[in-house]
């Protein structure tokens, strides 16, 4: 069987003090993409997880093993496979890669128990806090430390974007202590961007990633990748989705994929690492 697995983009990025938890009050929307890994899962005498790309963790380091786990013991007895993912979301990357895989297998052993849909979010967010999201697989604002959805209308589906990343990693985690000592509140805009979205239109005022400024302290290098961009694609504006470095774009008329295809284009000649056009909106889940 094959699972496909969505990359999501934060649409507007608010951040709030760390809690004793050790996490940080988020307020999100959180919009899957079609940027998606593709998991081959196959009976198997032993419970195994691979991957051909390089950097993917294998065996239980996997977020596939622990969310095969998890729902083993949280929901009931899964056949034992082996999970095989082949990526096309770039790692550490801001969308979700890790996350959309666990967010996968969940869906499935949720599907394999004989329980209808929608699959329970509940309790998955102990994989990863960007998880429920994955498991519901639907447009949301995420609030809490981004495990509290709820849901938003899913009026941009089809809406062109150009996904530029620079082909290094920035650790999540790393990126939010930084924000500790260099983070500040910031208006908050986020139901300008609901509204927006109402309306079927991405408000672009109003998008905004509190988690930029901490992101340019980890490695400089990424305000440099930010401005080129601006200057290759100006005056178009440039936003930071998640903890980075990946940088998403979209034209005046983003129902029309021909800017898209010309800003993939034009990046992909400057040299940048990883490029896609791609569109807003949920795809197919499996094959
Ligand atoms: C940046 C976002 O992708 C935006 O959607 C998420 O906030 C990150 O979600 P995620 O990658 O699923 O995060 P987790 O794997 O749960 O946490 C990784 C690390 O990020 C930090 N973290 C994460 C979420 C949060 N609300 N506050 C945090 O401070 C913590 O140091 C945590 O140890
Ligand atoms: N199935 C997986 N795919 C990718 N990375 C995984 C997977 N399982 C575990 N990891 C580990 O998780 C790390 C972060 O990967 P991921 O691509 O999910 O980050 P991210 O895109 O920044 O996530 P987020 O947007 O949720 O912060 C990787 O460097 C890798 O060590």
Known sequence: ??????????????????????????????????????????????????????????????????????????????????????????????????????????????????????????????????????????????RHYGELLTPVADRLQGFWVVLANPGWPLATHVVYRAWDEVGRESDNRISEVIEGIERGELAVDGLQNDLEKAAFRVDPRLQAFRQALERWLFPVPCFLSGSGATYYMLGSDPADPEWAYWAQDRLRDRGVAWVMAARLGMGKDEE
């Not at 998991?39 to 790309?53: A, G």
């Not at 294998?58 to 009931?76: C, T």
């Not at 959309?100 to 979010?121: C, I, K, N, Y």
């Not at 806090?129 to 519901?136: G, I, K, L, R, T």
């Open 1 to 142: 069987m094959i699972l496909w697995a969505q990359a999501k983009i934060n649409l507007g990025l608010w951040v709030g003090p760390r809690q004793p938890t050790g996490y940080h009050l988020v307020d999100t929307v959180m919009y899957p993409i079609e940027v998606k890994d593709r998991i081959v899962l196959e009976p198997s005498h032993t419970l195994r997880c691979d991957s051909d790309t390089p950097g993917v963790p294998v065996g239980e380091q996997n977020l596939m093993m622990r969310a095969y786990h998890w729902a083993r013991e949280h929901w009931g007895p899964l056949p034992t496979v082996r999970m095989a993912v082949q990526k096309q979301i770039p790692l550490g990357a801001g969308l979700g890669g890790g996350s959309a895989d666990a967010g996968a297998v969940l869906r499935w052993a949720w599907h394999e128990l004989g329980f209808g849909p929608p699959p329970a979010v509940e309790g998955t967010e102990a994989i990863g806090m960007d998880v429920p999201f994955f498991v519901s697989g639907r447009p949301a604002r995420a």
